[in-house]
């Protein structure tokens, strides 16, 4: 007869916040910070074609403010290609210092601003554009 086997193992867990945490180095903060400017690069390009759609769809010439915040958005979709490239080159280097990932914050509040800023200046030029268009 054979004995049933007893899976079950008891794990201490450290009650250390950094411990649990998946991104407690720095290469690892790095990488999620690729990711993120990766998306960001890729959702750029996506929204510079939407706007560029809606704006012609509308039927009158686009507006300067409309080509502004299409500006914007892809200003934005070129920076997130710059510091990805910028990420790279520090994990090819293998020179992370404890300074890149004030780097790397920066980098992503930079991209999100402008592609919030973009996004926001957009919505508002094309209802002001289509308010004007309907009257």
């Not at 958005?73 to 990932?101: D, E, P, W, Y």
């Amino acid at each position: 007869m054979t004995k049933p086997l007893n899976n079950d193992i008891e794990i201490a867990v450290d009650a250390h916040p950094t411990d649990l945490s998946p991104m407690n180095t720095r290469e690892q903060a790095l990488l999620a910070t690729y990711d993120f400017l990766k998306h960001m690069s890729t959702l750029a390009i996506v929204a510079v074609g939407g706007m560029l759609g809606l704006a012609q769809g509308v039927g009158t010439r686009v507006s300067p403010a409309i080509l502004a915040s299409v500006a914007i958005v892809g200003l934005c979709g070129f920076l997130s290609l710059v510091f990805m490239t910028g990420v790279t080159a520090t994990q090819i280097r293998q020179r992370v210092h404890k300074s890149s990932n004030g780097f790397a914050l920066a980098m992503v509040v930079i991209v999100l601003m402008l592609f919030a800023c973009g996004i926001g200046a957009f919505i508002g030029a094309f209802l002001s554009q289509l308010n004007n268009g309907a009257a």
